[in-house]
């Protein structure tokens, strides 16, 4: 999903940076470079993860890292844990995926630290009996906190596995209190250019925004996180909340929300959006099926330098098989 022919942000003609003022519309830019249509998008993503090997986290990232909170540690809920060590947490802290700031998955932890979190409030609209807006230490206060030990499976092949802390989707659900016509969970990111410099680069439909069924909004293993390592999420990570759906690709897994909105029908995803054919709406981990551009069979561990087989929805089938049969 990064770049392979990649033109950096800072590498792009300046008028390709879209200043405030002059804004031309995303699909007008597209246009006017050859670029909608068929495949288009090719030349401006993709990467398969080979990153991953060379990865060398920095020796010191600890300003982004908060001290862990009052509620800390929460309670450890050991029906989700790893046979294999956790991912160490400088590397996952230092190499991440957050294209509101950069494309370059080492650089996302130092630009991420502009972005503003507190206050935050998170709005939940559409199909529910009454739309709301919350703030997140309000909603904190309503959810039953604990922490669970996930895989993560980037679909480009690479995957960690770390420690969140945080309550179920579906207890925000049942607080949300959806109509009996909700049937998708779309979830939106925040939009502030000034602060994210990854949004600036218009041929991306930001906001990032993604979408569940009911069905898989409401499995148990659909967690959201506001933190990791038994403290606060750092910025890099999605503060202060994030979702997390270890049976999909990581992209699914949607950072920065401040929107929930229950929908009738299918709404749009971001990568599905942008790439139809290399990002699906569903995106379950699925190692028999090949990107268009590289093998889904294994994944590379980062900051161990070993490659181990992908298991089919990232060996979570036990608990979401029964939502595609
Ligand atoms: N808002 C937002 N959420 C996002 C992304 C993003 O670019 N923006 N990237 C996704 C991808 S591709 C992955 S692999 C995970 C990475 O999460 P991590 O950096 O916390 O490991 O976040 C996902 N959520
Ligand atoms: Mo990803």
Known sequence: MTLIKSPKIWEMPGRLITPEKDYISRRQFLKSLGLLGIGSMT??????????????????????????????????????????????????????????????????????????????????????????????????????????????????????IVPWSGFSLKSLIDFARPTHKANYLKMTAFFRRDEAPGQKAVWYPFPYYEALTMAEAINELSFLATGIYGHNLPKQHGAPLRLVVPWKYGFKSIKGIVKFEFTE?????????????????????????????????????????????????????????????
């Open 43 to 160: 030349l401006m993503s993709g990467c398969s993860g080979e990153k991953a090997a060379e990865f060398r986290p920095p020796a010191k990232i600890n300003d982004t890292i908060p001290a862990p909170g009052e509620n800390y540690p929460f309670r450890k809920n050991e029906k989700y844990t790893s046979a294999r060590a956790l991912t160490d947490e400088i590397v996952a802290a230092s190499y991440n995926n957050y294209y509101e700031f950069t494309t370059e998955k080492d650089q996302v932890w130092q630009l991420a630290a502009q972005l503003q979190t507190e206050p935050w409030k998170i709005s939940i609209s559409g199909e529910v009996e009454k739309a709301l807006t919350v703030d997140i230490d309000d909603l904190l206060k309503k959810m039953p906190l604990e922490e669970r030990i996930y895989r993560h499976r980037c679909v480009e092949a690479w995957s960690m």
């Open 265 to 325: 029908r299918r709404p749009g995803t971001f990568w599905n959006d942008f790439q139809s054919e290399e990002y699906g709406f569903t995106a379950n981990v699925n190692p028999t099926v090949p990107h268009p551009r590289w093998s889904q069979a294994t994944e590379r561990l980062i900051g161990v330098n070993e490659r181990i087989p992908t298991r089919m929805y990232n060996g979570y089938e036990a608990f979401v098989a029964h939502l595609y049969r």
